[in-house]
């Protein structure tokens, strides 16, 4: 069973740093609100805070497959009373008639197949999910009239490789390297279109590189979880590359707040922007800050740098989002770490358990 209530005082302790406050709680009071891939990394962050910002009287509808992990229980989504978990694909209308009949009136497309390696591993169901499965849901939000869509795009599918830093919006790269990049780029061409053709509200939100309480280490997750994860078994912490390749890490709460903010501010409405930390640290820092921090006596090895992987610098700009919605980030990543340390330590049994590294597929770098 995992430790709800600490995850819960956690973004209710977050929503006040952030001066998500009453005013906010004004603005999403009563309202039913659809997130896709609500039982993921980011989204079972999202509907915490979610859930207290539209009270009793709203209702926060997770619209999950369960596909991310190794089990078919959504252990990620915290039983809250206004929390309405429905396992189900958003490629099927089934599934999607079921959960438009919430009187929905904003969508939050987390939904995804995550990420670069996977779609690199299989490119079709990729494509299936974030490109067919995103259009479907895109019409479902028009037919229901809602006031905000709001997309999960992608940093690192909209910039390529080789972008000036800091990244900002005006910018897109045509090279991108992997299925996933492709798709998610697709994705915020569709949201264009549904805003142009039909006026849907949308909103183009492009995230970097989340960490943070609610991801469990795997072969297609993120750097961070995975090397807390082996830090905490002082097992070797294998580094694709140099170690000098820099990303923009991103507490995944600082997320949650420019989602929030992008969902009821109106000059949001049919724009694009950064949601990141705007500070930049090469792997071989966080690597080091993350044994540091564990106390952990791992040793650092260098592996081959995977194909696709041709990113040396991450850095983006958040001046957009911080004109539009007044997004700023508050989260240092030394004290964003050991929250998600902690969170490991919490619940390690249960991570444990989910953890999912197969060997001999093309993305491992850890086998043994
Ligand atoms: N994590 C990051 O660093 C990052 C960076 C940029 C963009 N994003 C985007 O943010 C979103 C959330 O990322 P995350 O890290 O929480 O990923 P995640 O894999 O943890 O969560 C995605 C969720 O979507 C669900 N899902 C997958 N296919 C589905 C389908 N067909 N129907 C219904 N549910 C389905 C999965 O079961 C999972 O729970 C994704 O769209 C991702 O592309 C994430």
């Known amino acids: 069973m995992a430790n709800y209530q600490k995850r819960i005082e956690t973004v209710e302790h977050y929503l006040v740093n952030s001066g998500l406050n009453d005013e906010t709680k004004t603005s999403f009071s009563g309202k039913n609100i659809l997130v896709t891939g609500g039982a993921g990394a980011i989204g079972s962050n999202l509907i915490i805070a979610l859930s207290s910002l539209v009270g009793s009287s709203g209702k926060i509808v997770v619209l999950d497959n369960l596909s991310s992990i190794k089990i078919k229980n959504p252990w990620n989504v915290?039983?809250?009373?206004?929390?309405?978990?429905?396992?189900?694909?958003?490629?099927?209308?089934?599934?999607?008639?079921?959960?438009?009949?919430?009187?929905?009136?904003?969508?939050?497309?987390?939904?995804?197949?995550?990420?670069?390696?996977?779609?690199?591993?299989?490119?079709?169901?990729?494509?299936?999910?974030?490109?067919?499965?995103m259009i479907r849901l895109l019409e479902y939000s028009r037919l229901a009239k809602i006031e905000r869509f709001i997309y999960?795009?992608?940093?690192?599918?909209?910039?390529?490789?080789?972008?000036?830093?800091?990244?900002?919006?005006?910018?897109?790269?045509?090279?991108?390297?992997?299925?996933?990049?492709?798709?998610?780029?697709?994705?915020?061409?569709?949201?264009?279109?549904?805003?142009?053709?039909?006026?849907?509200?949308?909103?183009?939100?492009?995230?970097?590189?989340?960490?943070?309480?609610?991801?469990?280490?795997?072969?297609?997750?993120?750097?961070?979880?995975?090397?807390?994860?082996?830090?905490l078994q002082n097992k070797p912490l294998p580094i694709t590359g140099t170690g000098e390749a820099t990303r923009d890490f991103t507490?995944?709460?600082?997320?949650?707040?420019?989602?929030?903010?992008?969902?009821?501010?109106?000059?949001?409405?049919?724009?694009?922007?950064?949601?990141?930390?705007?500070?930049?640290?090469s792997i071989l820092n966080m690597v080091q800050t993350v044994k540091r921090l564990?106390?952990?006596t791992s040793d650092i090895e260098l592996k081959p740098t995977r194909k696709w992987d041709t990113k040396m610098r991450l850095l983006a700009s958040i001046e957009k989002a911080n004109k539009l919605i007044g997004y700023k980030p508050v989260m240092d990543f030394e004290n964003g770490l050991l929250t998600t340390i902690e969170w490991f330590r919490d619940n390690w049994d249960l991570i444990d358990n989910l953890a999912d590294f197969k060997p001999g597929m093309s993305s491992a770098v850890r086998n043994k």
């Open 78 to 133: 915290a039983p809250l009373g206004n929390i309405m978990f429905i396992e189900g694909d958003v490629r099927s209308d089934i599934d999607l008639k079921r959960v438009f009949k919430e009187d929905i009136s904003i969508v939050y497309h987390l939904a995804a197949f995550f990420a670069n390696q996977n779609s690199v591993d299989y490119p079709e169901i990729s494509a299936d999910v974030d490109i067919l499965g």
């Open 152 to 231: 999960a795009s992608s940093g690192c599918a909209i910039y390529g490789s080789y972008g000036q830093m800091p990244l900002k919006e005006d910018f897109i790269s045509m090279h991108l390297t992997t299925p996933y990049q492709i798709n998610k780029m697709t994705g915020e061409m569709y949201c264009n279109f549904y805003h142009h053709h039909y006026e849907l509200p949308v909103v183009n939100c492009r995230f970097f590189n989340s960490y943070g309480p609610g991801e469990v280490p795997g072969q297609y997750r993120n750097v961070i979880p995975n090397f807390i994860y082996w830090a």
């Open 251 to 281: 507490y995944v709460l600082d997320l949650v707040q420019g989602l929030v903010k992008g969902a009821i501010n109106p000059k949001a409405i049919g724009e694009n922007f950064n949601l990141a930390s705007s500070s930049e640290m």
């Open 294 to 296: 564990t106390g952990s």
